[in-house]
């Protein structure tokens, strides 16, 4: 019989997640979950899709004009999703 590892669920959690990739995909989810909060009502409405691959998030928004706002924004949303997130996950922002 091996023996298991006595680990706190958050650190076997967190190795599971490092173990399988799959990292980048909860922190993903992490990030949908909290978007209303982070940019609020109008811009949440208008957003089609989040996606995080490598440190870049990429959204995809339906309106040309939130484009632009979001643009203007981007090194605020940045550092609002890191603090949510509690590290540094985002470094850039591309809006398709």
């Not at 019989?1 to 967190?14: F, G, N, V, W, Y």
């Not at 909290?34 to 309106?63: C, D, E, M, P």
Request: net charge positive; hydrophobic share 45%; charged share 30%.
């Amino acid at each position: 019989m091996s023996k298991i590892r006595d680990l706190p669920l958050k650190q076997a959690i967190e190795e599971m997640l490092r173990e399988y990739r799959l990292e980048d995909k909860f922190t993903e989810v992490k990030i949908q979950a909290a978007w209303q909060k982070i940019v609020g009502n109008i811009v949440f409405k208008h957003t089609k899709a989040i996606y995080l691959r490598n440190g870049i998030l990429y959204l995809v928004l339906t309106s040309a004009a939130l484009n632009q706002e979001i643009s203007y924004s981007k090194t605020k949303i940045i550092e609002k999703i890191n603090r949510k997130l509690g590290k540094a996950v985002v470094r850039e922002i591309v809006i398709k």
